[in-house]
């Protein structure tokens, strides 16, 4: 497969600031790419780079095969973007701010334009300084639709969308990637790459630390266990791989590896169980996993 | 209420300090040129019949009340002093109303136990006291000239008063406009009418005592700024006027404090219309967007230029006039004007040209800021994200910029040529424009050195553009006055404009300034196509 976006080593020092450390992203034609990672790790300094606006310090980076930073009005013409902050003109309305942005990449269609601002919900006649913010980022998010790109970029999109307008965006991107576009979305709503991306990079401290299909990603995780027995948790413990063994009243808790499932069930079948919850990995628990130490680390001190 | 205050105050603390100081500065230094300058009773004289004649001094100045020291001081500076105190009790008042209630702030602070006045009864203190503050510094910078205390006192009085007024009247303006930016336009603009009101009814006074009293007409008691100017300091003082500037802060502030009570968060009187669902054709790409952005701006000043202009051609000829009825003055008027070839109207129209050269280059700076509070505020990302390159916004933006200048320019020069027309000269209309567009260089420089800011430093665009016009508008405009060297006044860019219509035009620093501000231009052009986005 082609890669859309391809970044290798990518640096950015703003100031003494180590925004980026040797980021390595690279995005396949036609997936949905979920970039996750905490705030302050250095996403939206990425998108920008790769939008051009800023100029990486160091490491190699193309969009369409383009340098992003040189040839930014030439790969432009095929991105549609929008901001993790969207503000608009306060004195132009909606509608005004919709049109002028997508007249910048061509013009809008208009029957696309119209569907979405329906499907959206949104008031196009009011005037930018009076939108909530997340009628803000619909602004943005429909002029960024309302023209066919080869690539979407989208910085936390939904952070401000109540629960159906995430619905109408979800919508949007399965159209997109049905007409084979790529997009690369930045989120740290984890329930929203779950559902929508093919493959994942995270990143933390501007390093990327894992990346891979959530399939590959889940590998990484533990299945949290939580039966209901009076038995003794010295069995479980004996298991290798089983973590965190602790009893809470009637309930025995632990997480396993995924390396552990097998044995850990053939001694669940052992010992009689009442009753049974099992919680499968989250990227909640990835995160935990990957900042974990760190946030254990700032405990200490 | 106290809490709340002191937090506005924390806030402003630099900024009021440098309005208060700028204007202490202002008083200290122009009572200290005119003791320099008119030193003797009749140098004073001297100036003074020649203010009483001619209007249009009278309009720019005020009105001269006696020979003493103290009074020629108060004729030469107070109203100025007034508009800057008006100007920053406007700003004061509607960035603590309108503008926390615009950002929010207001809504955070309504959520605790305080009332929906509370914040803006805090405002109206601070006011009070920052308009006590100039007060005090102008008294103390009157004093130490060696001015009578008592006239140095009302002084301080009355341009603090003429604030105080202003803050009631931003108030209520902030109460009717729903933004900041409205609010400020609307009491910005009674600031203006305030300075307009007083001009013509002291133009149109009644002159006595030989030419070295006038007495307003009715409209100066139209103005708080004129109220101000009542108190005739050092000369027939009376503190009365002052009692009009309290009772319109008082009323004002109680309209405003009544108002809020009884209001909406986020209501005003004149509400926002639903606009256009689908933008206009002109609405497409970045030179679309940055025109849009400065059209009413660019009406804005240019009215003003227009006012200038009618000042200009409408006043010069009763200037002559009064001047040519008058043996003696004419000669007083002959010997002030020793070295200048031109005739006295050449050089009024000139003077005024400079005013409107300011303007215009106003008009231009706030056009090319623009392009810097797109970035800061997160919308030139948006707009790059399309297929716009920098230098494409910066290239837009000066254009509309440089259409700006040529706009109020114009305004301005053809205002003054009508009403030349109108007053029965037909032949000025063509020298009048041609006064105005010498104006032309000197604001292209302000605008292509903000240019380069703004590809160099580009934190600092706004407050280095706007700190640049002011210093390059003291230094070419009240240079002369505080009787700077000459290597500091040509500094400015507004000191190398020549003066037109005259005699004898020298061309080549025009020439240059268009020169140095193409290059400057092309440069931050190229530069800040090398620089990162910065918020």
Redesign the interface.
């Given at each position: 497969m082609k890669a859309t976006i391809e970044a290798s080593g990518l640096a950015k020092n703003f100031g003494r600031v180590r925004a980026l450390d040797g980021l390595e992203l690279s995005v396949a034609e036609g997936e949905v790419h979920g970039f996750l990672g905490p705030n302050g790790a250095g996403k939206s300094t990425t998108l920008r780079i790769l939008l051009g606006l800023i100029k990486a310090t160091s490491g190699g980076v193309t969009v369409f095969g383009l340098d992003p930073w040189a040839d930014a009005v030439r790969a432009h013409r095929d991105i549609a973007y929008v901001p993790g902050d969207v503000n608009l003109w306060p004195s132009l309305t909606g509608g005004e701010a919709i049109d002028l942005l997508t007249s910048l990449r061509g013009g809008a269609d208009p029957a696309l334009r119209a569907r979405l601002i329906r499907d959206f919900d949104f008031d196009p006649r009011k005037k930018g300084r009076s939108y909530s913010k997340g009628n803000r980022q619909k602004v943005a998010l429909i002029a960024a639709f309302a023209r066919p790109a080869r690539l979407y970029v989208l910085d936390e999109p939904t952070s401000g969308l109540d629960p159906v307008m995430e619905a109408a965006f979800r919508g949007e991107i399965d159209r997109v990637k049905a007409q084979g576009a790529t997009v690369l979305l930045s989120s740290h709503i984890l329930s929203e790459v779950e559902e929508l991306c093919d493959r994942v990079t995270i990143i933390r401290a501007g390093k990327t630390v894992e990346t891979g299909t959530l399939t590959e990603l889940r590998h990484l995780t533990r299945t949290s266990f939580r039966v209901t027995t009076l038995t003794d948790a010295a069995a479980m413990t004996a298991i290798a791989g089983v973590h965190d063994v602790r009893r809470e009243a009637d309930h025995l808790v632990f997480d396993a590896d995924t390396d552990a499932l097998r044995p850990v069930l053939q001694e669940l079948a052992a010992i009689g169980v009442a009753g049974l919850t099992v919680s499968p990995p989250s990227l909640e628990e990835l995160f935990l996993r990957h900042y974990g130490d760190e946030r254990a680390r700032e405990v200490a001190n | 209420m106290v809490r709340l205050l002191r937090a506005q105050a924390r806030r402003d603390r630099w900024q009021l300090a440098s309005w208060i100081l700028g204007i202490g500065v202002l008083a200290i230094g122009s009572a200290a040129a005119v003791v320099q300058e008119f030193g003797d009773t009749t140098q004073r004289a001297a100036l003074l019949m020649l203010a009483s004649g001619n209007p249009a001094l009278l309009a720019v100045r005020g009105t001269p009340d006696g020979l003493s020291t103290g009074s020629v001081i108060f004729f030469e500076i107070f109203t100025f002093l007034a508009v800057l105190a008006a100007l920053m009790s406007t700003f004061l008042t509607v960035r603590h109303s309108r503008g926390d209630e615009?950002q929010g702030r207001t809504e955070l602070v309504g959520g605790t136990p305080v009332s929906r006045s509370t914040a803006l009864g805090a405002t109206l203190g601070l006011g009070a006291l920052a308009n006590l503050a100039v007060a005090i510094v102008v008294t103390a910078g009157f004093a130490a000239t060696g001015l009578p205390l008592g006239g140095s006192v009302l002084t301080g009085l009355a341009t603090g008063g003429t604030g105080l007024a202003f803050c009631g009247i931003a108030a209520v303006a902030a109460q009717v406009c729903r933004?900041s930016?409205a609010a400020n336009s609307l009491a910005g603009a009674l600031v203006g009418l305030a300075f307009v009101l007083r001009a013509f009814g002291d133009a149109t006074g009644t002159v006595s005592e030989g030419g070295l009293r006038v007495t307003s007409a009715w409209p100066s008691w139209l103005s708080p700024v004129g109220w101000g100017q009542q108190v005739h300091a050092f000369g027939h003082e009376s503190a009365a006027p002052l009692l009009l500037q309290l009772a319109l802060f008082v009323v004002a502030g109680a309209v405003a404090l009544a108002s809020v009570r009884r209001r909406d968060l986020g209501a005003g009187l004149v509400g926002?219309r639903?606009?256009?669902?689908?933008?206009?054709p002109a609405?497409?790409?970045?030179l679309?967007?940055a025109w849009?952005?400065q059209f009413?701006a660019v009406i804005g000043w240019a009215a003003g230029g227009a006012l200038l202009g009618l000042f200009a051609g409408g006043l010069a000829d009763a200037a002559v006039k009064a001047v040519q009825e008058d043996q003696a003055l004419a000669a007083t008027v002959r010997g002030l004007l020793s070295g200048s070839t031109s005739s006295l109207l050449d050089t009024f129209v000139a003077a005024i040209m400079a005013f409107l050269g300011v303007l215009a280059a106003g008009a231009a700076l706030q056009a090319v800021l623009r392009v810097r509070i797109e970035e800061a505020?997160?919308?030139a990302?948006?707009?790059?994200?399309?297929?716009?390159?920098k230098a494409r916004l910066l290239v837009d933006c000066l254009a509309v910029a440089v259409v700006s200048i040529i706009v109020v320019l114009l305004a301005g020069g053809v205002v003054a040529g009508l009403a030349f027309v109108g007053a029965g000269h037909p032949d000025r209309f063509g020298s009048s424009v041609v006064a105005a567009f010498v104006q032309l260089p000197a604001a292209l420089v302000f605008v292509s050195v903000a240019a380069l800011v703004f590809a160099l430093l580009p934190r600092l665009t706004i407050g280095l553009g706007w700190g640049l016009l002011a210093v390059g508008f003291v230094l070419g405009q009240f240079g002369g006055v505080f009787k700077l060297p000459e290597w500091l006044r040509n500094l400015s860019p507004f000191s190398h404009t020549p003066i037109v219509p005259g005699d004898s035009v020298d061309l080549a620093p025009l020439a240059a300034m268009v020169v140095l501000s193409i290059v400057l231009a092309a440069a931050s052009v190229l530069l800040a196509r090398r620089r990162?986005?910065v918020a």
């Open positions: - | 615009e933004t930016r926002d639903s606009g256009r669902a689908t933008a206009g609405l497409t790409g970045t679309g967007l849009r952005l009413s505020e997160g919308r990302e948006l707009l790059l994200s399309g297929a716009v390159s990162d986005l």
